[in-house]
């Protein structure tokens, strides 16, 4: 069931209405078991069967979180540990990962009979799984493995009951796209009695309204803008330019709408899901965009690859190769394509490149900014903010280009094949040739980046859900319903449904 | 003996005491309340908001017959005050795709014709995306009188065989401008196809979204690229540059792809064939002239497109007893054309100074007769 579909709005009335009746008398057990079952129920409603992956992840996390908290010798422990974490990982990468490999030893075969090795061609269509990728299978996967992690550290008791560790794993606002909340976190709300305040309320029903605005008004307008520009191999330099800049706001609109929605799903039922993204959208480095961005996903990458594999306690060399692997995980663990290899790739790349090879003359222009007052430090801080934005843009290439064939030709027809095609980038006329609903979007871009930089400076969501502002706030959240029901909801699928 | 739990472990809320207890369930209870009244307060601003939007809506059927007539409302309201001036004199109604919107501009022509004391008026409705299957919806409703003249414009690639499927916007306009038996009728797309079309409405809200980003486009232009692009509706798109891109990169103007491979077909069943005969019968029906106006082209299109064959067969099909035609005489300079069919802002300008003359020395007949092929056009000086 989609945020942006008719029935989940109907979906999401009924669930609250019951919720809050069963909520009357404090019957926390109740009131799990039906959220329980919404959750269920909002899952299965594409694909039923997945169900059953989602029930047998639960019950062996479950069983295995009670039996790490009852045993004490450290190899029991650290086996039924692995058990489960294996458990996992396996159901993640046979449903995920199973025909990328299959596809890639298919191909790796071919390549090797055309060069007159002994072994027979394949047809790679032949040795595909017919499978069926669970939706949000990545999301449930990392919170079950995170629960029993924790429960492996002892920095958590196991849950009271299994409704409250079920409805943990499959909580409904954030089972398909996150965020992945912390068992630390969410179970201890989930188990406690039932309890809404009514600064919650405004504060979600604000959150949900800003969610169906970023996804409806914004990503999935800029989605009917260039996705046919991704249909096919692009050829023109500035409209590769500008597409691969909309795609940047097109992917942060819509992941952001959808945990704004999860969280203020949450707020509404008296669950405190935390941010999932900090103004990531105009920051300065590469580093400071990934600690922003997704910060829930980051924050389990951290505590589960990256501090484990040392951190930064041994040495430079090794504190960036393990950045290294840990962004190439995150590309691998966005998608089964190699397009998402690439991405993870890069990015690590830019983050090691930012911190390590900053050149003498940028270290010299950051000086000057410094000296010269607020002014230039203004400057040099968005001139690093947009060459930031550049570098995200063209690494999201990878992202969203469906094949290499695709990514390639935008590298190609940005940077151009040779000197000439590369000057026409300076050219007046090759701008005005770009589609003008490409140049649409971008006043878009313009005010997006406008509203996020106030922001920094002014806590505008703040200020609108002081008790003394509620008459602005009622105006305030009219005016983004007008604006949803003006552009339709149309039930564009999230990006991070894939994932 | 068990380990104990870790530092970083989840440190459990202190106990809340009765009074808090008792606060919360009373706040729980003001909180539920208020949701109730969100969901009911946002369920009939919903109500409200929608009303305007979708045109089976009570708001916008009110006073109209169906929906179809709902979109002409706006052109009635705009002839409402203009019937007076409209009876005084005749009119010649330009009435096409954006071959036509790009070569006239109707406020120079009427100027020019006032200021010579021609008894005619010009009119023109040129399409941003249209053909003369969507020209007929158009002439039907246009308050056409006796005496009047009715000019249609086409070009070669309209009379493809998968016109209809090539020219994506098409069957979004559709529903605007032909009726329900019309597009029925239409043999081009599949059935289930034909009985979308009459069931779906248009959807008034890109409209809305269009016109204030229009407004938001121009001044982001204005400041970012000293650029102002073609205002669509004001000055329906007269201002087109001449862009030397368009020509190299394939696919990069719309109407820009392959035309040749597809072949040309004049047949009676042929969409815009049936759009070029009704929009004459239409015009015949209320008393006045029709003719085709057939516009130059970029010479690449000359040669690119324009091969012998089809040439011939649209030779053999426009000329008599068919379609009245008037094709405009002369290759004209490349530098004149937007793209390969439209002209750009000189182009426009040359061809209204051809054009303007013969208006004005009122060689177009007080009285056209039915069947009337328009005024014999001289060759453009120069060319």
């Known amino acids: 069931m989609l945020f942006n579909s008719k029935v989940f709005i109907v979906f999401l009335v009924l669930v609250l209405l019951v919720h809050h009746l069963l909520g009357r008398g404090g019957k926390a057990n109740t009131r799990t078991w039906f959220l329980l079952g919404a959750s269920v129920f909002f899952y299965g409603w594409y694909h039923p069967p997945s169900v059953l992956l989602l029930l047998a992840s639960t019950v062996i996390c479950y069983v295995v979180g009670i039996k790490l908290w009852h045993e004490d010798d450290p190899a029991v422990r650290w086996r039924w540990a692995g058990f489960a974490i294996a458990f996992e990982l396996s159901c993640l990468c046979f449903f995920k990962y199973a025909n990328m490999a299959l596809t890639t030893v298919g191909q790796a075969r071919n390549a090797m009979a055309e060069a007159g090795l002994p072994v027979s061609p394949v047809e790679v269509q032949d040795l595909m799984l017919d499978v069926f990728l669970p939706v949000g299978i990545s999301f449930y996967v990392f919170k079950s493995i995170g629960y029993v992690v924790s429960l492996y550290k002892r920095e958590l008791p196991p849950a009271k009951s299994f409704q409250s560790y079920a409805l943990y794993v499959s909580y409904f606002p954030q089972l398909n796209a996150g965020p992945v909340e912390k068992a630390t976190h969410l179970l201890p709300q989930i188990e406690r009695e039932p309890y809404v305040r009514r600064e919650w309320v405004y504060e979600g029903v604000f959150l949900i309204l800003l969610g169906y605005i970023k996804k409806v008004v914004i990503a999935d307008w800029i989605a009917e803008i260039i996705d046919p520009f991704y249909a096919t191999p692009i050829e023109h330099g500035p409209t590769a330019v500008l597409v691969m800049f909309l795609f940047t706001l097109q992917i942060y609109a819509d992941f952001s709408a959808y945990s704004d929605i999860a969280i203020?799903?949450?707020?509404?039922?008296?669950?405190?899901?935390?941010?999932?993204?900090?103004?990531?959208?105009?920051?300065?480095?590469?580093?400071?965009?990934?600690?922003?961005?997704?910060?829930?996903?980051?924050?389990?990458?951290?505590?589960?690859?990256?501090?484990?594999?040392?951190?930064?306690?041994?040495?430079?060399?090794?504190?960036?190769?393990?950045?290294?692997?840990?962004?190439?995980?995150?590309?691998?663990?966005?998608?089964?394509?190699?397009?998402?290899?690439?991405?993870?790739?890069?990015?690590?790349?830019?983050?090691?490149?930012?911190?390590?090879?900053?050149?003498?003359?940028?270290?010299?222009?950051?000086?000057?900014?410094?000296?010269?007052?607020?002014?230039t430090k203004w400057l040099y801080y968005y001139l690093c903010c947009l060459v930031t934005y550049w570098m995200i843009s063209m690494i999201n290439i990878y992202f969203r280009s469906p094949n290499f064939e695709i990514s390639s030709s935008y590298v190609k027809a940005i940077f151009g094949s040779g000197l000439g095609q590369y000057t026409d980038m300076f050219t007046l006329a090759a701008w005005q040739a770009v589609d003008i609903q490409i140049y649409n979007g971008l006043n878009v871009l313009f005010w997006v980046v406008l509203a996020h930089e106030i922001q920094r400076w002014w806590d505008v969501q703040s200020w609108l859900l002081d008790p003394k502002r509620r008459g602005i706030w009622a105006v305030v959240c009219a005016a983004m319903l007008w604006s949803i029901v003006a552009f339709g909801v149309k039930g564009g699928q999230f990006i991070y449904f894939q994932f | 003996m068990r380990p104990p739990m870790s530092k970083t472990s989840w440190i459990p809320e202190p106990p809340r005491t009765e009074a808090e207890v008792v606060e919360a369930v009373t706040e729980n209870a003001r909180?539920?309340?208020?949701?109730?009244?969100?969901?009911?307060?946002?369920?009939?601003?919903?109500?409200?908001?929608?009303?305007?939007?979708?045109?089976?809506?009570?708001?916008?059927?009110?006073?109209?017959?169906?929906?179809?007539?709902?979109?002409?409302?706006?052109?009635?309201?705009?002839?409402?005050?203009?019937?007076?001036?409209?009876?005084?004199?005749?009119?010649?109604?330009?009435?096409?795709?954006?071959?036509?919107?790009?070569?006239?501009?109707?406020?120079?022509?009427?100027?020019?014709?006032?200021?010579?004391?021609?008894?005619?008026?010009?009119?023109?409705?040129?399409?941003?995306?249209?053909?003369?299957?969507?020209?007929?919806?158009?002439?039907?409703?246009?308050?056409?009188?006796?005496?009047?003249?009715?000019?249609?414009?086409?070009?070669?690639?309209?009379?493809?065989?998968?016109?209809?499927?090539?020219?994506?916007?098409a069957e979004a306009l559709i529903p605007f401008l032909l009726s329900c038996s019309e597009i029925l009728a239409l043999q081009d797309i599949l059935p289930q196809e034909r009985l979308e079309l009459c069931m779906s409405h248009p959807q008034t809200f890109f409209l809305i979204r269009d016109e204030w980003n229009r407004g938001m486009r121009r001044r982001w232009n204005e400041v970012a690229l000293g650029y102002d692009p073609p205002e669509v509706q004001q000055v329906p798109a007269l201002n087109r540059g001449t862009h030397p891109k368009r020509f190299t990169r394939e696919g990069g103007f719309r109407g820009g792809g392959p035309q040749v491979e597809e072949p040309l077909v004049f047949t009676e069943d042929q969409v815009n064939v049936i759009g070029l005969r009704r929009m004459r019968e239409r015009a015949l029906a209320a008393g006045a002239a029709f003719a085709v106006l057939e516009l130059p082209v970029h010479s690449a299109c000359e040669a690119e497109r324009m091969i012998p064959e089809a040439v011939a067969q649209w030779a053999a099909w426009s000329g008599p007893p068919g379609i009245p035609f008037t094709p405009v005489p002369g290759t004209w300079p490349d530098e004149l054309f937007f793209d390969y069919q439209h002209f750009n802002r000189a182009g426009r300008d040359v061809f209204l100074q051809w054009l303007l003359p013969t208006l004005v020395q009122d060689q177009l007949p007080a009285e056209t007769p039915p069947g009337w092929t328009g005024p014999a056009l001289p060759r453009p000086a120069g060319l």
């Open chain 2, 31 to 169: 909180a539920v309340r208020l949701q109730a009244v969100l969901v009911v307060a946002a369920a009939l601003l919903y109500v409200l908001f929608t009303s305007p939007y979708d045109l089976d809506d009570s708001f916008t059927l009110y006073g109209r017959d169906n929906d179809v007539t709902g979109l002409f409302e706006r052109i009635d309201h705009e002839y409402v005050d203009d019937a007076e001036r409209l009876r005084a004199h005749p009119i010649i109604w330009i009435v096409g795709a954006s071959i036509v919107k790009q070569a006239f501009d109707e406020e120079v022509l009427n100027q020019a014709l006032a200021n010579a004391d021609s008894p005619w008026r010009v009119r023109k409705h040129g399409f941003a995306r249209g053909a003369p299957l969507l020209a007929a919806g158009m002439v039907d409703q246009l308050p056409i009188k006796p005496g009047d003249l009715v000019v249609g414009a086409a070009w070669f690639s309209n009379f493809r065989g998968d016109w209809l499927r090539d020219n994506d916007s």
């Open chain 1, 264 to 375: 203020g799903i949450g707020r509404l039922m008296g669950y405190h899901i935390r941010p999932n993204f900090n103004l990531p959208f105009v920051v300065p480095s590469i580093s400071e965009r990934w600690r922003r961005w997704h910060i829930s996903m980051s924050v389990f990458f951290k505590e589960h690859i990256y501090i484990p594999l040392g951190g930064s306690r041994k040495g430079e060399v090794r504190t960036q190769l393990n950045v290294m692997l840990v962004m190439l995980f995150s590309g691998f663990w966005h998608g089964a394509s190699w397009n998402f290899v690439i991405w993870g790739l890069l990015n690590g790349v830019s983050m090691i490149g930012q911190k390590m090879l900053r050149p003498r003359g940028l270290r010299q222009l950051q000086g000057v900014a410094e000296r010269g007052g607020r002014v």
